[in-house]
């Protein structure tokens, strides 16, 4: 595991590259586009254990963070979509330079998901495949529930009464939206987000992709099926787990830094990506 | 200010984290060794840590954000110790690799909660340790604070679905014993031990200390109401005491945040002004006539 930083001088990235542990050359690699905020901060030791056992069985992995997020420099609020789909772009010719010219799965969670597939279209040489794992398809809902968790965990933390902070979430449609779970959002990724809708996010015909989300996902779905009608090359599994990507996502009593079911699947799904595209 | 990744500590469970170092050292320099809260990655909630260390480069301190063994990016511990000795280990390695780096041999240690448990332990047993701030890391609230938050509990019950859920969770735990827990983990008086322990050494050697305590964990407090019974105690007098009402325990609002990085940075600056004028002997750590408390007691 090599800590480590690269990119452009200007926007240098923070990133940790895990060589395989075989001690042999990479049979394959696999990009981690990471999700954002808190749902960052809580998937960071599960990243850390998968990456491990990517390696372990032979395959290069790079992990990282987007710019103003993680230990990357930039500040919370420095963070736009067009920018951070550059710093996938960033890693992903990072990840070529040091596992070589083998093939090369990307593996995106939450908006990561969303940010690798639209990174795929400009990446050079860029996956082979691209695993979206409980991809944002809906900004507007994706930013309604991170406003609505940031709600609860004040409801929580400070044993506050419910009803005057649902009315202000009721009232006000911005109402928790600069930081929510105490991650800055620029107005502009703001306004970028509310302009997100699934219509948007479409698939590079250049790789395959499996969509892994929760069978409830309506969204996930449909967006699957309408790619799939454009002759892109999609799997949707539906995939149901207990992992909370906020707090208040987290249901008592499994409370895991490292969830047992997604780390499975991924890892079934990630060792092999050029068996995933096949 | 430069920021640099770097992995240290034992070869077979090596430890993770980022030095930052600012562009220039003063005459005395100073380095902050930040922790994780509770399980979570060394970036801190809401990237606090990472805000921390770069406010404190700007005022010429030096830091190294870590994740102790078996969290975030650093290696399972292969030792059988308990976790606290552990914490400790982790952070005297730390020290070692500022010191190899930059040549700091004096340190801050700002910890949340957990965290500072671990800090209070160093602190004890190591006089390079310059200064300890404990953010919601330890707490003996009397009984009127106590009450207040029993009160603001019944309060808000009708109305709060998640605080009857943890209530009942609460009550569960108590009937079927808890789930999951440090196999180690302190009984009150153990916990109540350690804090007195500590705190007596530091104000022993005059180690400035900050008990920072937030309002969404404490409710209330009427002067030094989280120091219980040991308010009253000799090593009380040398804490600096700050309850924050507006301040959320894992600092979720960006106001909580500002509040923090204030109070944080401003208590770091002036131990960094007091340890500058400070003998060498008392960067030492020898043993030295209790000092009094900084400003804002």
Known sequence: ?278 | MTETPVRFGPEDARLMGVLTVPDALPAAPLACLLINQGAGHRTGPARINVKLARRLARQGIASLRLDLAGLGDSDAPRGNGGHVEQGVADLLAAMQLVETMTGIRRFLHIGLCMGGVYGAALAQQDPRVAGLLLFDSFAFPRRRAALALALRRIVALPFNASLREKIANALRGRIHGRGAQLADAPTPEDHAQRFRAAMSALAARGTPVLMLSSGSLHVADRGHDQLGEMAGEPFAQHIEYRFEPAIEHTLVTLASQRVFLDLACDWARRVQQRTAVAPAGAAAGRAARPAPALAGC
Do not use: N
């Open chain 1, 1 to 278: 595991m090599t800590p480590l930083t690269f990119g452009p001088a200007g926007r240098r990235l923070f990133g940790i590259f895990h060589a395989p542990a075989t001690g042999l050359a990479p049979a394959s690699a696999v990009l981690l586009c990471p999700p954002m905020g808190q749902e960052l901060f809580r998937a960071q030791r599960f990243l850390r254990v998968l990456s491990d056992r990517l390696a372990r069985a032979g395959v290069a992995v790079l992990r990282f963070d987007y710019h103003g997020t993680g230990d990357s420099p930039g500040d919370d609020e420095d963070g736009d979509m067009a920018g951070w789909q550059g710093d996938v772009a960033a890693a992903h010719a990072e990840l070529r330079r040091r596992a070589g010219a083998v093939p090369v799965a990307w593996c995106g969670a939450r908006l990561g998901a969303t940010l690798a597939a639209a990174a795929a279209h400009a990446a050079a040489q860029g996956p082979q495949h691209l695993l979206m794992w409980d991809p944002v398809l809906d900004g507007a809902a994706y930013l309604r529930a991170l406003r609505e968790a940031h709600a609860s965990v004040l409801i929580k933390s400070f044993c506050l009464p419910v009803p005057g902070l649902r009315r202000r979430l009721a009232a006000e449609p911005d109402a928790y939206t600069e930081g929510p779970l105490g991650y800055g959002l620029s107005a502009r990724l703001r306004q970028e987000l509310r302009e997100l809708v699934p219509q948007r996010v479409a698939l590079s015909p250049a790789h395959g992709t499996t969509v892994l989300a929760m069978p409830q996902d309506a969204t996930a779905q449909a967006w699957a099926e309408a790619q799939r009608a454009l002759a892109r090359p999609v799997q949707r599994v539906p995939f149901a787990h207990t992992w909370g990507w906020t707090e208040d996502q987290q249901r008592p009593g499994q409370a895991t830094m490292v969830p047992a079911e997604p780390l499975q699947q991924l890892l079934q799904r990630l060792r092999a990506p050029a068996e995933a595209t096949a």
